[in-house]
């Protein structure tokens, strides 16, 4: 069968129901950020009103404003050095096309920011300390890099077919720092310094596989130390380029898994986040001493950190049991969102698995009350260049209360895990990460653990991508596929997407589909669609610029022609949706698609 869901909720047991829904419609923040030179003033985005915007939050007299108001809500956000200014990007239905607004931190209308520049996809924003403003922007002709100031019209200090975009604009406004990939390969930028006329200072490339991600330039006026990661030892590390000197002062941290840096507001001394196996927690690095202190941070994931100038530390946690939390250092709740908490979760559990390439790190949700085997959903995440962690999930949590356990694997292609494990999928795009997500499936399975046949696969995005790869290429490993914003036909995909994952496939790929088709062919869902055995669910966003609408419509029209049961639900939005009623929607559509297929499986927990 086919069909096309509306925008109705299935019925479930009302506990159930009301325990899942309530995760997604309690509020949450984002961690607050603040500007440089009035550290009062703050932004950060909240779903307080069902749907996620933009607040204002004046911490001198604790009045909290809300400064954006959009049907379909907004994501990114900035506030100005001087924090008379929010700055927002407006776009259009969550396409991610569209150019910058700003409007007064205190309230008013909002105004173009850069008057001057068309609509692009957004590539980086930066603030000097008074006036210039470096505007990143990507379009089809590639990737471009502009200062505006206010009554001019903006320069053009960079441009280049490949791509780009701002890392970072020094305090005294002499220096720019720009990411970018003039190699062909914008999965291990490079880094350029040019000046305000566009003029080079200095390049930096550690050669082919090695990228330098640039954080920011040190936060003192007449600094000219920019920090970086470099990837010089199998795994990212901390670099301070010196562009007046040349230097580059390589900081050896001996912690192990990865790290991120930010400095601290006095330029000495740097806030390390220490990610290893899906937990994270907090250091500071004195830069003079060399020495490296641990901050306390509870046992879970750190998402966000920053210094503050006055030295306090804040920090976005959560982990797999409990909601998301702004919090100090000192132990401190910085910021309570409105209305009840979310209900906890589950915790989660470790798994190492042998697979083809060495051990495969894995987490295990268990519902409660049932007894293994389970059945099991696999919730692959997306990226690939991301990883699973020891963090709080709504639509993980919803499955673990509707009797599944669910397994997240940090497969090849994974960050977390060194350079090599991120970088190994290269040359078996998308059949590299179902290997390690097979060697996982198949302990559970031989382990008792997991129940055969009740095992869904599932993802969003790269995630989405796996799930329709893997039941064409493990036809009778899964039980049923749920997609969710997936690649289907990889090749009409690079056709229709942004210029920027344009680059990053030609990169991932060793070239476009016209120079190397077979690698396309043999790593893209639909050639594999007439090997689908399980019933699909597939959910699409209209406006989506990452995974394009038409490319899943090539996939959907091959199902319908050999007559496969599929079920396919559309919103109308981007890659993902800010508004909380429709990922309870998506959710339900999900719950339901599952519990219906699975229905006339036997197992202990029916």
């Known amino acids: 069968m086919t069909g096309q869901f509306d925008s109705s909720l299935p019925s479930t047991s009302a506990d159930v129901e009301e325990r899942w829904q309530a995760r997604y419609r309690a509020a949450r923040t984002s961690l607050p950020q603040w500007a440089e030179l009035a550290p009062d003033r703050c932004l950060y985005v909240s779903n307080a009103t069902g749907v996620f915007e933009v607040y ?74 008074s006036d210039t403003v470096a ?24 441009a280049h077919q490949e791509s780009a975009g ?12 720009v990411s970018h990939s003039e190699h062909c390969d914008s999965r291990h930028p490079a880094l350029r310094a040019v000046r305000p006329d566009g003029t080079v ?28 990661l470099h990837e010089r030892r199998d795994r990212p590390l901390p670099l301070i380029w010196d562009l007046a000197t040349g230097d580059q002062h390589e900081i050896d941290v001996d912690l192990p898994g ?81 209305g009840d908490p979310a209900p906890p979760s589950v915790p989660v559990e470790d798994l190492d698995v042998e697979g083809p390439a060495g051990k495969v790190h894995a987490l295990l949700s268990r519902p409660e009350g049932v007894a293994p085997p389970y059945p099991g959903i696999f919730l692959v995440h997306g990226g690939p260049t991301a990883h699973d962690a020891d963090a709080f999930h709504p639509d993980e949590a919803a499955w673990v209360d509707a ?12 960050d977390g895990y060194g350079t090599a494990w991120r970088d190994a999928l290269q040359g078996r795009v998308g059949l590299t990460e179902l290997e390690d997500i097979a060697a996982v499936r198949d302990h559970g399975v031989r382990s008792g653990l997991l129940d055969a046949d009740r095992l869904v696969l599932s993802g969003a995005s790269w995630g989405g991508y796996l799930t329709l790869l893997g039941v064409g290429t493990q036809p009778d490993a899964w039980s049923l596929g749920i997609a969710v914003v997936p690649v289907a036909d990889y090749v009409a995909a690079y056709d229709d997407e942004m210029e920027g994952l344009r680059a990053f496939d030609r990169s991932l790929f060793g070239g ?51 007559g496969h049961p599929h079920e396919v639900y559309r919103y109308d939005a981007g890659h993902g949706s800010l508004v909380v009623e429709e990922r309870i929607r998506q959710t339900a559509v999900q719950l339901d698609f599952a519990r219906r297929h699975l229905a006339d499986r036997t197992g202990p927990s029916g």
């Not at 396409?95 to 007064?104: L, T, V, Y």
């Not at 505007?135 to 960079?158: E, F, K, M, N």
């Not at 937990?279 to 046992?299: F, I, K, V």
């Open 56 to 129: 204002a939050w004046d911490r001198a007299t604790g009045v909290h404003r809300q400064v954006t108001d959009r049907t379909e809500g907004t994501r990114h956000a900035v506030v100005d050095p001087t924090g008379e200014w929010v700055w927002w990007f407006d776009d259009t239905d969550g396409d991610e096309f569209g150019r910058w607004r700003r409007q007064p931190f205190a309230g008013g209308p909002d105004e173009d920011a850069t008057p001057g520049l068309d609509a692009a996809y957004p590539s980086g924003l930066a603030f000097g300390r």
């Open 135 to 158: 505007v990143g922007r990507t379009t089809d002709a590639g990737s471009t890099v502009h200062l505006c100031r206010p009554a001019r019209q903006p320069v053009t200090i960079y």
């Open 166 to 177: 701002v890392v970072d604009v020094s305090r005294d406004e002499s220096l720019v720092a």
């Open 201 to 228: 200072v200095a390049d930096l490339w550690d050669g082919p596989g090695k990228g330098l991600h640039g954080l920011g330039f040190a936060p003192l006026v007449g600094d000219t130390r920019l920090l970086a």
């Open 258 to 338: 990865e790290v991120y840096a930010d400095w601290y507001a006095d330029g000495r001394a740097l806030l390390v986040l220490h990610q290893h196996r899906a937990r994270g927690e907090l250091y500071r690095y004195d830069l003079d001493s060399g020495r490296l202190s641990a901050l306390p941070t509870p046992t879970g994931s750190v998402l966000a950190a920053t210094a503050r100038p006055e030295g306090e530390v804040e920090f976005l946690w959560s982990s797999a049991a409990q909601p998301p939390v702004v919090r100090s250092a000192a132990g401190e709740t910085v910021l309570v969102p409105p």
């Open 403 to 414: 009797g599944f356990a669910v397994v997240r694997v940090n497969y090849r292609g994974s």
């Open 512 to 562: 476009s589909p016209d120079q190397v088709p077979e690698r396309y062919r043999e790593s893209s869902p639909i050639t594999y669609v007439d090997d689908v055995r399980v019933p699909l669910l597939v959910l699409a966003g209209a406006n989506d610029p990452r995974c394009p609408v038409r490319q899943i419509d090539n996939y959907l029209a091959k199902l319908s022609h050999r």
